[in-house]
């Protein structure tokens, strides 16, 4: 079975513009994290969405958004770049209700 | 109260030697600890998972004890290998509501020494 698979890789954006990132999970999982990776803050919950709602929702600002398909696949968006976003941006998925949560390899996001 | 507390953040074993992370939380609504693995430009693996109401998991050279009055949880990594070398991240799940979400502790960098 094929692992979560994120897109793209590596994004080099500027301050102010926008972004989006996608998350396909692992077949039949129907939830999907998003989680913020930095060397200062560590791995912080972004959101998690479920058969395309959204369940809960971490600290972030409004700038951080995101949505989920009738696929399951995921999208997060980030308007307004700030230097401070850069980070690894990391999805994750489950099978349900289940808690084994399985990430992607990630999203590399550069903000110059 | 939402915090899971990691420590060392940093260490450093021979190899065949026992590595041993050490995290703690607050939170007594917590009753999922996972604990991930990752490596260079990959994404967190879960590596071994246990609940308030075991003491003890042990799956191949990786065990995870835990110690629910005081709100502590440790992974051991028996006869460590190079190949062990990443940084180890525990985490908490809170069982209230019906939600996914983990809460990380800041990691802890695994180097073995050949």
């Known amino acids: 079975k094929a692992g979560v698979t994120q897109t793209p890789r590596y994004l080099i954006k500027t301050r102010g513009q926008q972004v989006t990132l996608s998350c396909s999970p692992i077949?039949?999982?129907?939830?999907v994290s998003w989680y913020q990776q930095t060397p200062g803050q560590g791995l912080q919950f972004l959101f998690e969405y479920f058969s395309e709602t959204q369940r809960n929702k971490g600290n972030f600002p409004g700038r951080f958004s995101g949505r989920q398909f009738s696929n399951s696949r995921s999208e997060m968006n980030v308007s307004t770049l700030e230097l401070g976003d850069s980070a690894l941006y990391l999805c994750?998925?489950?099978?349900?209700?289940?808690?084994?949560?399985?990430f992607g390899p990630g999203t590399r996001l550069l903000v110059l | 109260q939402q915090q899971v507390k990691q420590s060392p953040q940093s260490l450093i074993v021979q190899k065949g030697g026992i590595s041993i992370i050490n995290c703690a939380y607050e939170?007594?609504?917590?009753?999922?600890f996972p604990w991930y693995q990752q490596f260079p430009g990959k994404g967190p693996a879960l590596l071994i998972a246990?609940?308030?109401?075991?003491s003890e998991k042990k799956e191949g050279r990786f065990t995870i004890s835990f110690n629910k009055s005081a709100k502590q949880f440790s992974l051991h990594i028996m006869d460590s290998q190079p190949g062990d070398s990443a940084t180890y991240f525990c985490?908490?799940?809170?069982?209230?509501?019906?939600?996914?979400?983990?809460?990380f502790g800041t990691g802890t960098l695994l180097a073995v020494q050949p």
């Open positions: 939170n007594t609504a917590f009753d999922y």
């Open positions: 077949s039949g999982h129907r939830s």
């Open positions: 246990i609940r308030p109401d075991v």
């Open positions: 994750a998925s489950s099978f349900g209700g289940a808690e084994t949560q399985y």
């Open positions: 985490a908490a799940k809170d069982y209230g509501g019906a939600t996914n979400k983990l809460i």
